[in-house]
């Protein structure tokens, strides 16, 4: 499995976090201070998970339930045989 992917979003010693993965996998580990955040990189057409956890200096609190999403189909790549 790959590692979580954790975005941290809020200024200061409080504020949220949230976790993403592919379902099946988990993703890399990763902050962002911010109110608001987008997830890049992601893979066409796959199934992701999200939970959002609040925190302060006194540590994280307990995650949201997960909720699921699906990515859009990607792009086809361009024709290979054209010149």
């Known amino acids: 499995l790959k590692k979580f992917r954790r975005y941290q979003i809020g200024k200061g010693d409080a504020g949220s976090s949230y976790y993403y993965w592919e379902q099946q996998?988990?993703?890399?580990?990763?902050?962002?201070?911010?109110?608001?955040?987008?997830?890049?990189?992601?893979?066409?057409?796959?199934?992701?998970?999200?939970?959002?956890t609040a925190f302060n200096m006194a540590g994280d609190g307990p995650p949201s339930e997960p909720r699921g999403?699906?990515?859009?189909?990607s792009a086809p790549s361009p024709p290979g045989f054209l010149t």
């Open 25 to 52: 996998h988990q993703t890399d580990k990763e902050f962002v201070l911010d109110t608001s955040a987008v997830l890049a990189n992601l893979s066409g057409y796959t199934h992701y998970m999200l939970t959002l």
């Open 69 to 73: 999403a699906r990515t859009q189909q």
